[in-house]
């Protein structure tokens, strides 16, 4: 019933018989030291998998996602808002949430980290400043934790909806030109 190697370990100088146990307990400890390790990165891959399912349904969004800690570090961004902000995920993570993001943005975030109260601000920002090149909602939702504030941010394309808007309005005066 012992199974520890150092018990079951003959002397070499028993002959060729004690040479071949060992060598037998040998490939048995590395087979066993073997199975082990395979079924540790088993178990490390399928925990990575269910964070990857998390992080795979945050990245079908269409809105982007950010996570900011209360140091203004983003945390973690999906797909969606590297795209929506011209860079790479990487990059974004990278650095900090003022150096990242547009000044109005950032200050929002700032202030919903740092406000006592659970105030949830919006902002609306035109990327390129034209009013062709895109324009961004970011809605920013403390999360407040004993020990940490994080900001979730989450960040919509709203150039659609302004252009649509902007017709609505140019038909709408047109035919209140013509009721005249």
């Not at 037998?24 to 590395?30: N, V």
């Not at 990059?91 to 990242?100: I, P, Q, Y």
């Not at 920002?125 to 004993?146: A, E, K, N, Y």
């Amino acid at each position: 019933g012992e199974t520890a190697r150092a018990a079951l370990t003959v002397s070499p100088a028993l002959g060729a018989e004690a040479s071949a146990w060992n060598a037998l307990l040998e490939a048995l400890f590395g087979a066993r030291e073997s199975v082990l390790k395979e079924h540790a990165a088993e178990l490390l891959e399928s925990k990575s998998t269910q964070e990857t399912g998390l992080a795979a349904a945050f990245d079908a969004l269409w809105d982007g996602i950010l996570f900011v800690n209360d140091n203004m570090e983003i945390e973690w961004a999906n797909g969606a808002a590297a795209v929506m902000l011209q860079c790479s995920r990487e990059d974004l993570e990278a650095g900090g949430a003022r150096d990242r993001l547009p000044a109005s943005a950032a200050e929002a975030i700032e202030g919903a980290l740092t406000s006592a109260s659970v105030t949830r601000p919006t902002v609306e920002v035109d990327m390129g400043g034209d009013g062709d090149s895109g324009v961004l909602r970011f809605s920013v939702r403390p999360i407040r934790r004993d020990d940490r504030t994080q900001a979730l941010v989450v960040i919509e394309d709203i150039s659609q909806q302004r252009i649509a808007g902007d017709a609505q309005r140019a038909f709408l005066d047109q035919v209140a030109h013509e009721l005249r």
